[in-house]
């Protein structure tokens, strides 16, 4: 596993192995890795001969008052656990200079429409850095397909829409949540949660777990507000929770939904505040399919 850490390295290390006619799989991080990233690295291995993890805290997607500067960084420690996974050809671990050299960014890539619900009003600009930040790695790691969890769903959907709108020639590929024995989705930020709150913070996959029963279940159309009271009804069960939205959108367009009609494929979707703490979770799940 050879660690790289500058811009040219990494494109001259991607062009050889393209040279060589390998599948190359990036799988994008923010370092802090836990049993999430694991599943996308397997599933990056499956996917291609040749497997790139890029570790990198992203500073242009933290809004002012967000959590930069107290997120987890442990580089030798992700080193070693993605040693210890194996499977991993290189890692790209650039600085914010290499990332960034004039800085403040010059240019952005941002995709609209997507942007403007669910996270979009609540962190503003932060899909932009996600986009520009992504782009500015598969340009580097020359990818033939790109690995992301389903927990961040609107960033998925946005990356998928930016790779076909700006011809990457970058698939993207999408891989289930992975949980905690009690539910919680895995994420870095669940490391900031006190005892007391990852005691009630299993009330997300509750609420989406609840949404997904009665999405599949609807084999009549039915209004989406009663899946929305539900999860509300269940995150309304933590004392600690503050939900800061709940919703029902097109699983493509990321639109709010009036009604859910069988057939369709739907996103139920959460934000939830404990304390300082952002968690989301979301079900992606096709109306009526039982
Ligand atoms: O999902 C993440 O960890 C980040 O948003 C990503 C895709 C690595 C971009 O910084």
């Known amino acids: 596993m050879q660690l790289i850490q500058t811009a040219e390295a990494m494109r001259d290390e991607a062009e050889a192995a393209r040279r060589k006619g390998r599948r190359l799989a990036l799988v994008p991080t923010m370092g802090a890795l836990h049993d999430g990233h694991r599943a996308l690295v397997r599933r990056a291995r499956k996917e291609a001969g040749h497997v790139t993890v890029s570790i990198f805290v992203n500073p242009t ?4 008052g967000e959590d930069l500067d107290t997120y987890p960084r442990d580089l030798d420690g992700d080193l070693d656990a993605l040693e210890t996974l194996g499977g991993v050809d290189a890692v790209f671990a ?5 990332m960034y050299p004039l800085g403040a960014p010059q240019a952005w890539v941002e995709v609209e429409g997507l942007t403007d619900t669910l996270n ?6 932060h899909f932009r850095g996600v986009t520009t930040v992504v782009a500015k790695l598969f340009h580097l790691c020359r990818p033939h ?7 961040d ?6 990356l998928r829409r930016m790779a076909r709108e700006l011809h990457f020639g970058t698939e993207v590929a999408g891989v289930p949540t ?6 919680l989705a895995c994420s870095s930020r669940n490391a900031y949660l006190s005892e007391e709150e990852r005691a009630q913070a299993p009330v997300l996959a509750e609420a989406v777990c609840a949404a997904h029963g009665l999405i599949a279940g609807a084999t009549e159309e039915q209004p989406a507000e009663t899946v929305v009271g539900r999860m509300r009804a269940i995150l309304g069960n933590a004392p600690l929770a503050e939900p800061q939205y709940v919703a029902v959108v097109g ?4 639109q709010p939904l009036d009604a859910i009609v069988p057939g369709q494929d739907v996103l139920a979707a959460t934000a939830v505040f404990f304390g300082d703490t952002r968690l989301i979770d979301n079900v992606f799940v096709t109306a009526g399919s039982g």
């Open 145 to 151: 397909v790109g690995v992301f969890g389903e927990k």
């Open 120 to 125: 979009g009003p609540h962190r503003p600009g």
């Open 178 to 183: 992975q949980r905690e024995a009690d539910g």
């Open 153 to 158: 769903a609107q960033q998925l959907v946005i």
């Open 61 to 64: 997607q933290f809004g002012p």
């Open 94 to 98: 650039p600085s914010a200079e290499e």
């Open 251 to 254: 699983a493509r367009d990321l």
